[in-house]
Nanobody, 121 residues
């Protein structure tokens, strides 16, 4: 079992920044951030292979969001800059304990409780 605890959500004006954190109870091969806006489906935002450090970001956030991982702390971060109202969503941290690839959403079988990010115009 893996427990994931997120923090760092909140409300900010457009153009502002927020930093999300997600602490995992143990090492996992993959960690990622997903988001879901009201009435929308879940979207992968950033996925990271914790061992090799390779990271994928959705086109919608490239250049604005940066995911990073601290292996010593089993902690995933998401630095969100230049936030837009369309970034408003519940952001959830997820993990895949053992995986050969971190780019398949179905592999993520541990989920945090989610944290609300609201961006006002």
């Amino acid at each position: 079992q893996v427990q994931l605890v997120e923090s760092g959500g909140g409300s900010v004006q457009a153009g502002g920044s927020l930093r999300l954190s997600c602490v995992a109870s143990r090492h996992t091969d993959c960690m990622g951030w997903f988001r879901q806006a009201p009435g929308e489906g879940r979207e992968a935002v950033a996925l990271i292979a914790t061992g090799g450090g390779s990271t994928w970001h959705a086109d919608s956030v490239k250049g604005r969001f940066t995911a990073s991982h601290d292996g010593a702390k089993n902690t995933l971060y998401l630095q969100m800059n230049s936030l837009k109202p369309e970034d408003t969503a519940v952001y959830s941290c997820a993990a895949a304990a053992v995986a050969n690839t971190c780019l398949r959403e179905y592999l993520y079988n541990y989920w945090g409780q989610g944290t609300q990010v609201t961006v006002s115009s």
